[in-house]
C-alpha cells in the first residue's frame, strides 16, 4: 500500500497530466526543471514542501496540497491529533522537557530532531509541518493557549546550543504578547511533582468535548473518553497549582535567556 506522500506525489502527477502539460512544460510553470519534476514523480528525488508549496501557487489551489503533505506524512496518530487541534478552541498543553512545537523557533525544532538519525529531507519535511501548525497562533477566532512548561526547559541546554537556545527563550515572550497565550512556569524550588510523568494537551472543542494527547517514548495515546481526560484535568489543575503567575513565569523566561 502506498504511503500518504507516495499518494501525493501521484495526485500532483494526476493534476498535471489533467491539465495535458509534460513534465518540462509544468516545469516552467512552477519553476523548477522537467527533469526534476520527472524525478519526483519518479520516485527519484524526496517531495519537499517548496517543490508542493510551488505546484499550489501555480495551480491556484488555496494550499490544499501543501495541507495534504503535511497531514499525509505524519503518522496517523499525529494526522488524528492535528484535526483535534484546527478543531479546538482552547489547549491546555503541559511539557517537563520541551518547548512545545506551538512555540518553537525554526533552529530549535531542528535540534529536538538532531538525535533521530533522519534524512536531510526528512528533518525539512517534519519541521516545515510543525511550524506550520503555529497558524493556530494567529487564528480568527483565537485559540486559547495556556503553557505550563518545568524551569529545567529553559535551562537544557549545551554550550554549543547556547545562541540557539537564547533566540528559542527570547521567542517565548514574544508569543506571550498575544493576550490569548498564557505560559506558566513551574520552578526548580518545587522539586519533584506529578508532572514528571511526561507531558499532555487537552484540546476543547467547539461542542464542548474534550480529547487529550499524552506523550511518551513511543506512540502517544489520544483519547476522548471521559474517565481519562478526567484524570489529566485533576493532574492539569495540580500543576498548574505549583506554576509561577504569568508576570513571574515571564520574567523567569527572560532571566534563563540573559543566563543563556
Partial sequence: MKNGVEFLVGELRAARVARGLSQDEFGKLINYSGTHVGNVEGGQRPLKVDYVKA???ALQTGGIYQRLFEKMGAPIWLREWIEDEQRATSLRWYEPAWVPGILQSEEYARTTLAGELL??????????????RQALLHRDPPLLLTVVLDEAVLRRTAEHQRTMMTAQLEHLPACAELPHVQIHVVPSSVGLYGGLGGPFVIAGLPDGGRVACAD????????????DVATLEHRWERIRAEALPRQES????KEAASWT
Avoid: A
Fill in 55 to 57: 505546484v499550489d501557487q
Fill in 119 to 132: 534524512r536531510p529531507d526528512d528533518v525539512d519535511r517534519l519541521v516545515g509541518s510543525r511550524l506550520s
Fill in 216 to 227: 511518551g517514548q513511543l506512540e502517544p495515546q489520544i483519547t476522548d473518553r471521559p474517565e
Fill in 250 to 253: 515571564l520574567n523567569r523566561i
